[in-house]
């Protein structure tokens, strides 16, 4: 074997009588080494040889990938491992969040998905280009993350979980690769440019043949490292997209840039009339410099969701036998006690046990004041603790703590596309072909009328159009709004939600803990069967059946009873209450027609209308009445006005007693207010505003509320912690203050704004660049920088929602 023959799979040097081949697709490759041939016939054995023809450039070495740590994979099998960055569903199925080295291009993307998902027990595997990062769902009966991981290894990449430091890495690395070819291709122009104005000069004062050609020669090699390594990765990826018989961007790009170097060329050989090296050059430059720009914007728009991942500090205080003890976040676990001090972070989800501080939540909920902490309270993981020590009982970890299911919300959001980017998307698919076809139907027409013109200006229309404009105006938008959002404490989860919260023209509000603070106080209690019961029993009875319940009412009964009788059969009817077993006999809690029923007694007699009211009964009668009051959450006026202000229309839809629910609409001055609501009650009004053509959008508590929020056109979910994790609406409310529905409100709508900005823009841009360039009054240079600027505009107009107005 000649040690010159480059090894198909890495691209290094073949040693002399080293004989790794491997047959791929009939052809016998050489291989430098066992590493490269067993990567090689991993990719042969799984069918996936198109990866092949599809990558730009070769894969490197599996030695270099994998260092030796990291190849004993069976250490994150370990359940102390996984605690810290796998999630558990239901069963035995799991959830971890990776981070990929090794991609390339986008062939390396489609070659992982492809292999992973097709091993048994992977339900999904997904990979992000942008940020190299991966999401693995898999069955860990029928399968082990070692084994994920080892399949990842065995075509030639490495994956191990994702950590923020490596992402940040990975950005640096991209940045740094695009300045390169950006400095290259910046050096290339000035240098041409000024030899360029020389010759423009001298055709118009004179110029002797033997210094043009001598400046040609000299352009020539100044433009030959612009188009080999600067503008490289356009001729890689175009080539790339013909094979897969797909039109791109690039496919006109590498036309424009190929076709007029190789003009230039000959031109330069055989002393043609016109030379295009500036242009090639400003054409590069523009374009690198452009995509440069767009690379930095959205990182800037998605770092919302990167500031998030960074707030979990690296180690942590632990407390123990041996006293204070410096560990590893990643090695917390439920259970550990954790001091935090003033100034530090805190890390991990979990409860104070001792000690008295205010924490500043403001990164994660948005609010801008420390909220005081005292023993029994629960702390968030990324808040820091302000004033005196804390001590910290971790509760969570890992993927199950807040910070991550934010992120987790956040991706999804980000990553779906509103209907009006893909149907960008779709559009800007067409354009390339219809581009095509009018450059060639412009080249016709010069060449049959004005021969001498027919190369430049082809290749002006050629340049000057930009469908990237379009598949931009959404995307960028939408990342910045939502990141600004969540700044404030909205969490987007949904990627149609800004879209259609812009469209609302009907606000429906539950009371408890949506108006008001959820935070219901027991003001009385009746005993209506003195004879059989006393109000202790009474209380027991009611806080045992409520203690599957996460209701307000659930909550405020549970705090007056610290060991409660223990119920079975326990069985939650939505809207009603709860009917459970406790001693052999069966008892209701909920609305007194709900509890009534159990033994068919009369409804009791309202004793005071503005109170919330739950009844208890057995199978022999009504036992007791339990009556609450709740107080508006304290910017609810605010939040009622500013909606209002913006021309929505107000609605309270609640199952409690038509005395309490008034009471809040006149004290909020909302006019429509509906009361005794079951779920489907409040379902159906949905439906018949929607009915009626309006768009809806539900706030609830996101626990009693779950039917009519699926069915609002968008739904908004009041909720911290536990609740955020499993969050089916659109969006989630992060702080207390209800006020921020106002600011989701103007956002949406000044986000669909820039949106048709930025669409209105890139359409008007291209129809008014391509007549002018096919009629001649565009010069390549200007059509580089026209297209260049015509994404920037998009991208920079998009930025703007990342303020907090």
């Known amino acids: 074997m000649n040690a010159e023959t480059p090894c198909f799979h890495c691209g290094l040097p073949v040693p002399p009588n080293a004989d790794y081949r491997v047959d791929i697709d009939g052809s016998p490759r050489a291989m430098c080494c066992h590493g490269c041939q067993a990567v090689a016939q991993a990719i042969v054995d799984g069918g996936l040889t198109s990866f092949y023809s599809h990558r730009e450039s070769p894969s490197r070495k599996p030695e270099d990938l994998v260092p030796e740590a990291l190849r004993r994979f069976e250490l994150y099998d370990q359940p102390a491992l996984q605690r810290s960055f796998v999630e558990s569903d239901e069963g035995e199925v799991r959830n971890a969040s990776l981070i990929l080295e090794g991609i390339t291009c986008a062939a390396c993307i489609w070659l992982n998905e492809r292999h992973v998902n097709a091993l048994d027990g992977v339900l999904d595997f997904s990979v992000n280009y942008s940020t190299h990062r991966a999401r693995v769902r898999w069955d860990d009966t029928r399968i082990h993350l070692s084994d994920i991981l080892k399949a990842i290894t065995e075509i030639g990449y490495v994956a191990h979980p994702f950590d923020p430091g490596r992402q940040e890495m990975v950005h640096k690395k991209e940045k740094s690769k695009a300045l390169r070819r950006l400095a290259v291709a910046g050096l290339g122009a000035m240098q041409v440019m000024m030899l360029a104005v020389a010759m423009y000069a001298g055709d118009y004062y004179g110029m002797e043949d033997s210094l043009r050609d001598f400046m040609r020669w000299v352009s020539l090699l100044l433009t030959l490292p612009v188009v080999t390594y600067s503008a490289s990765s356009f001729f890689v990826t175009a080539w790339r997209d013909l094979k897969r018989r797909h039109l791109s961007m690039e496919v006109p790009v590498s036309l424009a840039i190929g076709g007029a170097f190789a003009a230039s060329i000959w031109s330069t050989v055989h002393g043609g009339a016109e030379v295009y090296y500036d242009s090639v050059c400003m054409f590069a430059f523009f374009l690198l410099a452009s995509r440069y720009l767009e690379m930095g914007a959205r990182h800037r728009a998605g770092e919302a969701a990167e500031e998030l991942v960074k707030l979990l500090p690296a180690t942590a205080t632990r407390l123990g036998g041996d006293g204070e003890q410096i560990v590893a976040v990643s090695e917390l676990a439920p259970g550990d006690r954790v001091l935090v001090r003033p100034g530090e972070t805190v890390p991990a989800d979990g409860m104070v046990v001792d000690g008295r501080s205010s924490v500043d939540e403001s990164l994660l909920t948005g609010e801008s004041l420390p909220r005081p902490r005292v023993a029994g309270e629960e702390l968030v993981g990324g808040s820091v603790n302000v004033e005196s020590p804390l001590v910290l009982e971790v509760q969570k970890v890992g993927e199950d703590t807040l910070v991550s299911a934010i992120v987790r919300l956040l991706d999804r959001a980000q990553a779906e596309k ?35 013109h027919a190369f430049a200006v082809t290749l002006s229309v050629l340049v000057v159009t930009c469908p990237c404009a379009l598949s931009l105006a959404t995307p960028t938008a939408v990342t ?27 606000v429906l509000f539950d009371k408890t803990g949506t108006l008001t603070r959820g935070l ?9 069967a003195p004879s059989r019961v006393d109000e202790a029993r009474c209380r027991a009875l009611a806080a045992a059946l409520e203690s ?17 009788p223990t119920v079975s059969e326990l069985i939650a009817l939505p809207g009603h209450g709860m009917q459970g077993e406790i001693d052999g006999r069966c008892y209701r809690i909920g609305t007194p027609t709900y509890a009534a029923e159990l033994s068919g007694a009369a409804e ?21 009445r339990f009556e609450f009051r709740d107080e508006l959450r304290p910017d609810a006026d605010v939040a009622i006005e500013r909606l209002r ?33 079951r779920p489907d009650d409040k379902l ?44 089916s609406a659109d969006m989630v409310v992060l702080s207390e203050r209800l006020s921020v ?45 026209g297209m260049s600027a015509s994404s920037l505009v998009v991208v920079f107009n998009a930025l703007r929602l990342k303020g907090s107005d």
């Not at 599957?548 to 409660?564: M, Q, Y």
């Not at 004793?607 to 919330?612: G, I, L, N």
């Not at 159906?684 to 768009?695: D, P």
């Open 548 to 564: 599957g319940s996460e209701h307000p009412v659930a909550k405020a009964l549970a705090a007056h009873v610290t060991k409660p």
């Open 741 to 785: 529905l106002a600011d989701g409100v103007r956002k949406a709508r000044a986000t669909r704004t820039v949106i048709k900005q930025n669409l209105a823009w890139a359409i008007l841009y291209n129809v008014a660049a391509v007549p002018l360039a096919a009629a001649g009054l565009v010069a390549p240079w200007m059509a580089a920088i």
């Open 684 to 727: 159906a009004r949905v439906r018949e505003l929607q009915g009626a053509g309006h768009r809806v959008v539900m706030i609830g508590d996101g626990v009693n509320d779950a039917p009519v929020l699926a069915g609002a056109d968008v739904s908004v979910a009041m909720g911290q912690g536990a609740q955020l994790a499993h969050a």
């Open 480 to 506: 910045a709004a939502s990141g600004a959002l969540t700044r404030m404490g909205l969490l987007t989860t949904r990627g149609h939600a800004l879209e259609t919260l812009a469209q609302v023209s009907h």
């Open 645 to 677: 202000a913006l021309g929505l229309e107000l609605e309270i839809l609640s199952g409690d007693a038509a005395g309490a629910v008034q009471r809040v609409a006149s004290q909020l001055g909302i006019t429509h207010a509906r009361s005794g609501l």
């Open 520 to 528: 219901l106080q027991l003001s009385q209690v009746s005993v209506l």
């Open 604 to 624: 009791p007699a309202v004793h005071d209308s503005d109170a919330t009211q739950v009844v208890l009964a057995d199978t022999d009668g009504l036992l007791a």
């Open 418 to 452: 509103p209907r009006v980017a893909q149907l960008a998307d779709r559009i800007a698919g067409y354009f390339v072909g219809v581009l095509l076809l009018v450059a060639t139907a412009v080249a016709t027409w010069w060449l049959l009328n004005a021969p001498e």
